[in-house]
């Protein structure tokens, strides 16, 4: 449905996706009525975005490349956990553009229950920000203050799932037909039990199961992740519209970038386990497509757990584009092997995966974040060097929790199953890297050592292609948060740990170079502000892997615009050598000399970005 008397600037965008926008969901729907129902709630939608988003619209549209460059540094954050409210948020800009942060990742912070919300992931109204944290104006007058500071918002869009306490679970708990048909609601176990034998379990210690027998219905419900989250039906176009409508209010409060949460796991079919089905595609291309026609400016991020090479059909096609931006989460967990194990051959494999996929393709890396480090890591590849699954696991999590021997690492367990050997893990990046260790043991060459090792590791972060994403906290070297243990609605989730309030007495030591936190702090800042200043640094760069002969040492070279940066990155407690084939003289960006580098000597945890200019 086109509308003669609708907006020609609307008209223009829709008309320019229709055919493929129409077809696409009558194939999946085969409902006519409810595409025109979705094509009047996008016109209601488009007239409802404010002339400062519009005139930020064309800003995106006239440069569709600009979060492809080297410029963009993330920050991801808990709204409580940084300043308390979305006013206080603002209140803090200033920090933040000081650190460089042009992207601002808030944790999920619509309305949800108390203490059964998975970290905000059980979503009770998509329409209103939960109370404690402000409200929908505060966020759209964040949104607006961030944008006049160049500052792009990203926000959660939980949706494959509404908490239970949604305004349609509780009419579907009440025997409403219409909205039980919102979710997959059962008799009684038969067809549950059928999903049962292909669909595995995401949290078989905490949550097993994949259903749940809900008695104020008295009927089995869906619940992928946890019983108070009950899985939407997509397959009924009703959801899919309303869903997008919510989407799409959220775009018109400022945000920017809609990060698509659990993506993979959005349509269901018996049979199957109902992970990146064809029609998951299906419908991210229409909200693709869709956002393009209302909020043009809008980008999509795709939570998808997976190796590089199979997150790449949520890039889409040229033709055809779904996700603009995808977690990098696997290199994230090599990283954390290579900390473990002093060896880069993973590491250096699995970053071969990714400089082999089309440059224009997004990633957002990041060492930490809001979850645990999951060991997803290439076993295939470890086989070889004779490390099997379960006792590999077992040995990381000893050494990253300092149970390891000679171990100054400080994690803790997550989701440990002692039969199995297949805990995941937690933890600040500061305490991983011996900073936590060595204060406590008033031990000044492990506090040296560990304050080496994180800017190592923020430099490598820096050297990848794509988006940088820091964990809020991270840039001042915060560390584990213990107080978790003792609050009875966070002790069952060993992830409080690195979800702690921020420091900001520590914050203003962040100009002090005798301290710590000055330390990691500036040493990100410079990092940084070299990798904005260096075409080289960008994504669509060359990049390939520097062959080191030393299986401690990662090298990674750069070129673009006669500018070739290679980076070296030492993962061993021992200072190494390098020999290399490398006969001219390069610049030393972080220590200001120049010098020929055949013969290269790297400090323990320490590393080298070094430059050299040609003619253009």
């Known amino acids: 449905m086109i509308k003669e ?8 965008r829709l008309a320019a996706c229709y055919d493929e926008l129409k077809w696409l969901y009558i194939e999946l729907y085969n409902d006519y009525k409810a595409f025109d129902d979705l094509c009047l709630m996008m016109y209601e939608e488009y007239n409802k975005r404010d002339e400062l988003l ?18 963009i540094l993330g920050d991801l954050m808990y709204t409580s956990c940084f300043a308390k409210t979305l006013k206080g948020v603002k209140s803090h800009l200033d920090y933040l553009k000081e650190t460089g942060i042009n992207y601002l990742h808030l944790m999920p912070l619509l309305d949800m229950p108390s203490g059964k919300n998975d970290g905000g992931y059980a979503v009770s109204d998509f329409r209103k920000v939960k109370a404690s944290l402000g409200t929908m104006e505060d966020l759209k007058d964040l949104a607006e203050e961030c944008q006049r500071n160049g500052i792009d918002i990203c926000l959660d869009f939980v949706m494959n799932h509404t908490s239970d306490e949604h305004e349609w679970a509780k009419k579907a708990k009440s025997g409403d037909k219409k909205y039980q048909d919102y979710y997959f609601f059962f008799d009684n176990w038969d067809i549950p039990n ?15 199961g994949n259903f749940t027998y809900n008695e104020e219905s008295g009927k089995v419900v869906m619940t992928t992740f946890y019983p108070y989250q009950w899985d939407l039906n997509y397959a009924n176009p009703e959801v899919f519209n309303e869903m997008t409508a919510n989407m799409l209010n959220l775009c018109n409060h400022g945000v920017g970038i809609i990060r698509l949460d659990a993506v993979p796991y959005i349509w269901k079919k018996i049979g199957t386990n109902c992970r990146n089905l064809s029609e998951v595609h299906t419908l991210v291309r229409m909200m693709r497509m869709i956002s393009e026609v209302v909020c043009p400016g809008t980008l999509l991020l795709g939570e998808v757990v997976m190796e590089p090479k199979e997150v790449a059909p949520y890039f889409g096609t040229t033709e055809k584009p779904e996700c603009h931006m995808l977690y990098n989460v696997t290199t994230m967990a090599s990283t954390w092997h290579t900390v473990a194990c002093e060896d880069v051959s993973l590491l250096a494999n699995q970053l071969q995966a990714v400089f082999s996929l089309p440059k224009d393709f997004v990633f957002l890396n990041y060492l930490r974040c809001h979850d645990d480090v999951g060991w997803g890591l290439d076993y295939k590849f470890l086989r070889q060097f004779g490390y099997e699954e379960a006792d590999h696991k077992k040995y990381l999590n000893d050494y990253l929790t300092g149970r390891g021997y000679a171990s100054k690492a400080r994690g803790e367990l997550y989701n440990d199953d002692p039969r199995l050997r297949d805990a995941r893990l937690v933890g600040m990046t500061a305490s991983f890297v011996g900073l936590e260790a060595g204060e406590a043991e008033n031990n000044q060459e492990l506090i040296d050592d560990a304050i080496r090792f994180d800017l190592t590791l923020h430099a490598f972060l820096l050297s990848q292609s794509g988006i940088p994403v820091l964990y809020s906290g991270d840039e001042i070297g915060l560390k584990n948060d213990y107080s978790y243990h003792n609050d009875p609605l966070k ?23 005798n301290d710590p936190v000055g330390k990691i702090y500036q040493g990100i800042q410079k990092l940084r502000t070299l990798r904005k200043q260096y075409d080289c640094f960008d994504t669509f760069a060359d990049t390939w892997l520097i062959n080191t002969n030393n299986p401690h040492v990662l090298g990674i070279g750069r070129y673009m615009n006669g500018q070739k940066v290679l980076t070296f990155f030492n993962f061993s407690k021992y200072d190494q050598v390098l020999y290399l084939d490398e006969h001219e003289e390069f610049k030393d960006l972080i220590r200001g000399n120049s010098y020929k580098i055949e013969e290269l000597y790297i400090k323990a945890h320490d590393f080298h970005w070094l430059l050299k200019e040609y003619d253009k």
């Open 54 to 71: 519009k005139k930020w619209d064309e800003e995106k549209i006239a440069d569709p490349n600009w979060y492809k460059g080297n410029d």
């Open 491 to 513: 002790a069952d989730d060993s992830r409080y740990l690195h979800r702690g309030d921020f420091n900001w007495e520590d914050a203003k030591k962040r100009n002090d170079l």
């Open 194 to 208: 059928e999903y049962e034998k292909t669909v595995p379990q995401v949290f078989p210690q905490t949550a097993p």
């Open 5 to 12: 008397e609708w907006d020609k600037e609307f008209k223009e």
